[in-house]
């Protein structure tokens, strides 16, 4: 497994701003990923992070709305841009490693409100 | 696309008693993961099966995979007020290490 941490824990924002996001690994990781999960829905992929590289996005999210950086193999940052109440949401990471059969291991999430 | 659907979407249980929540996905898949998540926190891993055939065991959960069928199953034996939280399957949607989750199964068991 690892220890993953997220800050901040929770916001509350005012429209039209933007909220960075911080995921934190306690080691080295292959892959990063970004899910929104609202309020008693399921979890929706918002991007991979890739180290060195841009994110891959997912059908729906764009780099202007969430742009995304990985500067290396712990740490990934989310920035949720010119928010609206729909952003409200919770927003996890989650990782993975190379030969562990691509589990996935989840940060304790951020919880967004937008007012 | 992969779609991965679960149901029930509620089961409201007595402890004591077994259940079964089910995962069917749409396209082939080598790898099927169980999570849970208690209410106001993150998710946690249960299994990860990884073959046709697969079944593994935790305390009252039993997961099993049958990629045939493409269906998985987690079977709740005698369960205890403990268990209470949602259950999400997911599935590998190859290439990718990513996964696509299904809606969750929320459990409620009434002591």
């Known amino acids: 497994s690892a220890v993953i941490s997220q800050k901040p824990s929770r916001d509350i924002c005012q429209r039209g701003t933007s909220l960075t996001i911080q995921c934190q690994v306690d080691s080295q990781v292959t892959m990063m990923f970004w899910y929104r999960q609202q309020p008693g829905q399921s979890l929706t992929l918002i991007a991979t992070a890739n180290q060195g590289s841009e994110a891959t996005y997912e059908s729906g999210f764009v780099i202007d709305k969430f742009p995304i950086s990985r500067p290396n193999l712990t740490f990934s940052t989310l920035t949720v841009s010119n928010m609206s109440p729909e952003d409200s949401s919770i927003y996890l990471c989650?990782?993975?490693?190379?030969?562990?059969?691509?589990?996935?291991?989840f940060g304790p999430g951020t919880r967004l409100t937008v007012l | 696309e992969l779609k991965v659907e679960q149901n029930p979407l509620f089961l409201s249980m007595q402890e004591g008693k077994n259940y079964t929540i089910y995962c069917n996905y749409s396209t082939t898949s080598d790898r099927l993961y169980w999570y849970r998540q208690d209410p106001g926190k993150s998710l946690e891993s249960l299994f990860v099966l990884l073959s046709n055939g697969a079944v593994k065991q935790e305390g009252r959960l039993m997961a099993s995979l049958d990629t045939k069928a493409r269906l998985s199953t987690l079977h709740i034996t005698a369960a205890v007020h403990d268990l209470s939280a949602t259950y999400f399957c997911?599935?590998?949607?190859?290439?990718?290490?990513?996964?696509?989750f299904g809606i969750g199964t929320k459990l409620q068991v009434i002591p």
């Open positions: 997911a599935v590998n949607s190859g290439g990718y290490q990513k996964v696509t």
């Open positions: 989650s990782v993975s490693r190379a030969g562990s059969y691509n589990e996935q291991f």
